[in-house]
């Protein structure tokens, strides 16, 4: 059976076929793919000893490249395709029920996977795609259990927390009407729900989480270094050269090829700059959009649901996270796009250099696309809106969104179980039933099958893949990283809920490549490249996020100053008396009901002379108070102090935890010198004899080799010897 298939010649008008006749009718191209596309079973053809010790992925990415060989004609396989030539080639899927019966079903669930046959079968740049994965979801379990202990512990005080207690008992005490739907006085023991839900996840336990969070995140990548290095050394790939290996293959397609030359263009990487930065403002915009959206669907459901009443605010938020998923949806097609266009501009000098720079523009387009929304509810949502009496509104007639009156933490935390809840689901969803009825239907539309093409056609109607087929995984593992760290001092359970995600994720990939997907091209790679970098990244910005989080978000702050400045206990602790006492009306500020600007139109205005607000302005004119001030202070002295200890905790971490093994780093010292050893070189102790010194004066022609790679050296010094001039264009690929 051939591990190849190309897929319907034809003639197309306003094409000649003389290009598809000289691309199949040259000799090297014609015999390389005659040999390589035998069955692995046939029998030794030439001098080629023993076609079946090398391995499928190897014979698939050789014929992959005798097929993209740019030749007389100018046409790669790929060119031809997309003229019309033939209609597709891929590799077949064949020996894959081992994977099936082991991997790709959902009942092996919670089963090691195997990443040995994985390589085998797609070759080491998947493989290493599902280990990472692995371990990710691995690593997971320790941050999901302490995130849950976090959450659950807030259960502890549900009905003794000090300042539920004073919400759930304030009668008497009026919250100022948020916005211009149903304006009316809100009793603050209204939201006494709300207020112990909130403490759940807003607890000192926070700080504490933030923080572990971010060692677990260096130990993350640490331990997923030392287990890479584990993996690539017994793959034979550890001292592998991806550079190296695309200049080899570029002397055997044509041995007068030169590589390209390093090249930085100062004025190449400004205008790269400015695009990716108006791309960035755009990415911000949205956000804004998502703003005059929430504000418009305000006015809009209080108007046509009634019935809504105060849960006019949840629709609202509900309405808005999906939205922002459907914007991210179609920001990812053009961001795609601007991404590659970009890459293109800059010229990349290699395949493997185009990748990383794709990869790094993606991703930070993605990230301000996805996390745009998260951003502007924990900074600015709730800030820019003014004071009751003065209120800022979008064109003059809407007033801006408010925050929540328990916080905007809830906003938050509401923002990011719907994103980690529904849009993980939606998306594992989509990724599976997409590529199942996109099948099933191609399956439907076939018409009679030929039995002795039975197998082929199974795989033509196969999904088709392409190159962004596995960095499509990846990307969305990168954004659930992200989710998962950036803002977890907001919603402890997201390690959790990313454990659960990807054990069905890890499945759910293996089941689109071995059962609704055609046969990727391996690829080789002794590690996930740029990804690493984006999840150090990532690890950065998370320290960040996580301390603007609980210093400017979180009520973690104002808590604890009023404790030690303002609170009964300033003076020292009282065992009959919580510290907290007096906190929730010394943190809501004073506004009189007379100074809004129509006063009547407000429910309930005739028995309400003051009305409170989130805030620490002054009752008088709203200004900023000396507290205010001290309390800003404190945030920002928070802030620099929790980023310095997180990120000294990182580099100590990132320290203390060697990235590569000390068993792997002798193993390879091990080899070197078997290699030394092996090229004739005189051992310890042992000088240059007569015999070595004749020979190393006779050069390389006067060699002779021993052993297991004696035939081997022996052809390499053949292969050199025909061009003695420019022996450096000897290529010799191990395996073949």
Not at 66 to 93: C, I, R
Not at 595 to 604: K, S
Not at 610 to 639: H, K, M, P, V
Not at 676 to 693: D, F, H, K, M
Request: aromatic share 12%; net charge positive; proline share 5%.
């Amino acid at each position: 059976m051939s591990l190849w298939l190309i897929v319907a010649p034809r003639e197309t008008p306003g094409r000649s076929s003389g290009s598809s006749s000289s691309w199949k009718s040259s000799r090297g191209r014609a015999s390389a793919t005659r040999l390589l596309m035998e069955s692995e079973a046939t029998a030794p053809r030439g001098e080629l000893a023993g076609p079946t010790s090398i391995p499928a992925t190897t014979r698939i990415r050789i014929v992959n490249f005798v097929l993209n060989s740019k030749m007389a004609a100018g046409d790669t396989l790929q060119d031809l395709v997309k003229d019309g030539v033939f209609e597709a080639g891929f590799p077949l899927h064949k020996g894959e029920e081992d994977l099936k019966k082991k991997w790709a079903r959902w009942r092996n669930m919670f089963q090691q996977q195997p990443i040995g046959d994985i390589r085998n079968y797609f070759g080491e740049k998947v493989a290493l795609y599902f280990a990472w994965l692995g371990w990710y979801t691995y690593m997971l379990v320790p941050a999901a259990v302490v995130g849950l202990i976090i959450f659950l512990s807030g259960f502890a005080h549900f009905e003794a927390s000090q300042i539920s207690r004073e919400i759930c008992e304030a009668h008497d005490v009026y919250m100022c009407p948020r916005g211009d739907h149903n304006p009316r006085y809100q009793r603050l023991s209204e939201t006494c729900a709300f207020a112990k839900l909130t403490h759940l996840f807003d607890n000192e336990g926070t700080v504490l989480f933030a923080m572990f969070m971010a060692l677990w995140a260096t130990v993350f990548l640490e331990l997923w270094k030392r287990e890479r290095a584990r993996v690539v050394l017994q793959w034979d790939l550890y001292g592998w050269d991806e550079d190296q290996e695309e200049m080899a293959l570029g002397l055997i397609a044509c041995p007068d090829y030169q590589p390209r030359l390093h090249q930085h263009s100062y004025m190449r990487s400004t205008v790269i700059l400015l695009l990716s930065l108006l791309m960035i403002c755009l990415m911000i915009g949205m956000a804004h959009v998502l703003v005059i959206y929430r504000v418009l669907a305000a006015a809009l459901f209080s108007s046509a649901f009634p019935f809504l009443g105060e849960q006019v605010t949840t629709a609202v938020v509900v309405t808005g996270a999906l939205v922002h998923y459907v914007s991210i949806l179609v920001m990812t097609k053009i961001n795609k796009y601007v991404a590659l266009k970009l890459c293109d501009f800059e010229k990349p000098r290699t395949f493997s250099e185009r990748e990383s720079k794709f990869t790094i523009k993606f991703f930070t387009l993605q990230f301000f696309a996805h996390f745009s929304s998260l951003i502007y509810i924990a900074f600015i949502l709730g800030r820019i809106n003014g004071n009751p009496g003065k209120s800022v509104r979008l064109a003059g007639l809407w007033k801006l969104e408010e925050c929540h009156l328990s916080g905007c933490m809830m906003d938050l935390f509401v923002q990011m179980a719907i994103i980690m809840g529904l849009k993980q689901t939606l998306s594992n969803c989509m990724e599976y039933l997409g590529p199942w009825l996109a099948h099933k239907c191609r399956s439907m539309r076939a018409t009679s099958q030929d039995p002795e093409l039975r197998h082929w056609q199974r795989n033509y109607r196969l999904n088709p893949v392409n190159t962004f087929s596995l960095f499509g995984e990846f990307m969305e593992m990168m954004i659930q990283y992200g989710f998962t760290t950036v803002f977890v001092a907001a919603f402890p359970l997201a390690p959790l809920l990313a454990l659960f995600s990807n054990l069905a994720e890890i499945r759910l990939d293996a089941i689109k490549m071995v059962r609704l997907q055609r046969r990727l091209v391996p690829r080789k790679a002794k590690d996930i490249g740029t990804w690493l970098q984006v999840l150090e990244i990532i690890g950065v910005l998370a320290v960040i996020a996580n301390g603007m989080v609980i210093a400017f978000t979180s009520e973690f702050i104002p808590r604890v100053v009023y404790k030690y400045r303002y609170g009964p206990c300033r003076q020292g602790a009282h065992p009959a008396v919580d510290c907290l006492t007096g906190y929730v009306n010394h943190s809501l500020s004073v506004f009189y009901t007379k100074d809004f600007q129509n006063p009547v139109e407000i429910e309930g205005s005739e028995n309400v002379t003051e009305c409170r607000y989130r805030d620490y302005g002054a009752a008088q004119n709203s200004n900023f108070t000396e507290q205010s001030w001290f309390l800003l202070a404190i945030r920002l002295a928070f802030l620099i102090l929790f980023e310095h200890v997180a990120l000294c905790v990182k580099l100590i971490a990132a320290w203390f935890v060697p990235d590569v093994p000390q068993s792997v780093k002798n193993e390879v010292l091990k080899k070197k010198h078997q290699r030394l050893g092996e090229a004739g070189l005189p051992g310890p102790g042992v000088g240059p004899g007569p015999e070595s010194r004749s020979t190393r004066d006779s050069g390389p022609r006067a060699q002779t080799w021993s052993g297991p790679r004696a035939g081997q050296e022996a052809k390499t010094q053949s292969c050199c010897h025909h061009r003695p001039p420019q022996p450096w264009l000897c290529v010799c690929v191990g395996g073949l």
